[in-house]
C-alpha cells in the first residue's frame, strides 16, 4: 500500500512539473530596428516595447539594434534575430528592396512580421508580406507638412533639408515632401548628405549656408543632430529662429522643446515613436500565441505638428516617459 501511495505522489508530482512547464510556455518577440538606440527617439521606442512586455508575464521581448545607425549592423541584428527562431518579429523596414530576400522566406515559413517606423511604399503587389505596418502613414507627407508649416509663417528664398540617414527609404521619402511642397510655392529648395555623426553633421551644414547664405529654412529628421547644430549656429554668430527657421521632421525631445519656447526651434512633427513600440510588440504577441490579425496597415501614429503653443503639454508627458 505504501509502495502504490508512493508511487501515485511521483506520477502526480510528474504530472503537475509537465503541466508547470506546458503552462509556462514563453513567446519571444524579436524587435529589430536601425537605430540607433543611444537616440532618444528610439529609447522611447524601446520604452513602448518594454510597457508591453510588461503586461504579459509569458511574453519574452527582445530589443536589439545598432548603437548609431548603420545599416550593415542592423542587417546582421535582423538576420540573427530570424535565425533565433522566434515567435514573432518586429522591425523597421529600412530599405524594404535590400530586406527582400531575408524577410521574404521567413515570412513563407510562418513568422509573423509586423513593420514599424519605416515602411514599405512600393506597390501593393511589390511589398514585403508584413501583417501591418505602425507609424506615420505617409514619409512624404510628413516632409510636405513640415513645409506647409513654415509656409503659412514665412515663404523663404531658400530651405534645406538635410539626411542623416542616406539610403533609409523613409527618409528620403520624408525629404522629398519637403523639397517638392517648397518648390510649389516657389522656394528654392535641395537636400543636404550629412551622415549619422551630428558634429560632423553640423559642420557640413555651415558650410552649406557660407555658400548659401540665403537660406531661411533647415529642416532635419533628427533632433539631436538638430539641437547640436542650435548650438553651432550660436558659435557661428546665427541667431536660430530669426535668422534661420529650424525644425525636425520627425521626434521632439525634452531639449528640443526648451529651444522651442525660447523661440529657437519654429516646429517639430511628432509620431509617437512609444506608441509604434507598444502596439509593435503587442500585435506580434497577440497573433503568435492567439492567431489574432493586426488591425488593416497603416496603423497611423503620425504625424502631428508641434508648435510653441503645444509645449506645455508635451513636457509634462516626456517627463512621463510617454513622449
Known amino acids: 500500500m ?3 501511495l508512493k508511487s501515485l ?6 504530472v503537475l512539473l509537465f ?3 506546458a503552462m509556462a510556455r514563453m513567446y519571444t518577440v524579436y524587435v529589430v530596428v536601425h537605430g540607433g538606440l543611444a537616440d532618444p527617439a528610439w529609447q ?9 512586455a510588461a503586461l504579459f508575464p509569458d511574453l519574452k521581448l527582445r530589443y536589439v539594434g545598432p548603437g548609431a545607425y548603420n545599416f550593415e549592423k ?13 515567435d514573432a518579429l518586429v522591425c523597421t523596414l529600412t530599405s524594404p528592396q535590400a530586406m527582400d530576400s531575408i524577410l521574404r522566406p521567413a515570412i513563407a515559413a510562418g513568422l509573423p512580421v509586423i513593420a514599424i517606423n519605416a515602411p514599405d511604399t512600393r506597390l501593393p503587389k511589390e511589398r514585403i508580406p508584413v501583417l501591418t505596418y505602425v507609424g506615420i502613414s505617409s514619409m512624404y507627407e510628413a516632409g510636405a507638412l513640415a513645409a506647409r508649416t513654415v509656409l503659412e509663417q514665412v515663404t523663404p528664398k531658400r530651405a534645406l533639408y538635410v539626411n542623416h540617414h542616406p539610403g533609409a527609404f523613409h527618409i528620403d521619402e520624408a525629404g522629398k515632401g519637403f523639397i517638392e511642397t517648397m ?27 557660407k555658400a548659401h547664405p540665403e537660406t531661411q529654412v533647415i529642416a ?6 538638430l539641437e547640436t547644430l542650435v548650438g553651432r549656429l550660436r558659435d557661428e554668430g546665427y541667431k536660430p529662429g530669426e535668422d534661420i527657421l529650424l525644425g525636425t521632421v520627425f521626434d521632439p525631445s525634452a531639449m528640443c522643446l526648451d529651444f522651442m519656447e525660447k523661440g529657437e526651434i519654429f516646429f517639430a512633427n511628432d509620431q509617437q515613436m512609444y506608441l509604434q513600440g507598444f502596439y509593435g510588440v503587442l500585435f506580434a504577441y497577440m497573433k503568435a500565441k492567439y492567431n489574432f490579425e493586426p488591425p488593416l496597415s497603416p496603423v497611423g501614429t503620425g504625424p502631428i505638428v508641434i508648435t510653441k503653443e503645444n509645449v506645455p503639454v508635451l513636457k509634462e508627458l516626456i517627463e512621463k516617459g510617454y513622449r
Do not use: C, M
Not at 542592423?74 to 522566434?86: D, R, V
Open 2 to 4: 505504501r509502495k502504490l
Open 19 to 21: 503541466t508547470g512547464i
Open 183 to 209: 518648390e510649389t510655392a516657389g522656394v528654392s529648395a535641395e537636400q543636404l548628405v550629412t551622415g549619422p555623426d551630428p558634429v560632423q553633421g553640423a559642420e557640413l551644414i555651415i558650410a552649406y549656408l
Open 220 to 225: 532635419h529628421p533628427n533632433v539631436t543632430h
Open 74 to 86: 542592423f542587417i546582421a541584428y535582423l538576420e540573427a534575430a530570424i535565425a533565433s527562431n522566434p
Open 44 to 52: 522611447l521606442n524601446y520604452r513602448g516595447a518594454q510597457a508591453t
Open 9 to 14: 505522489i511521483i506520477a502526480i508530482s510528474v
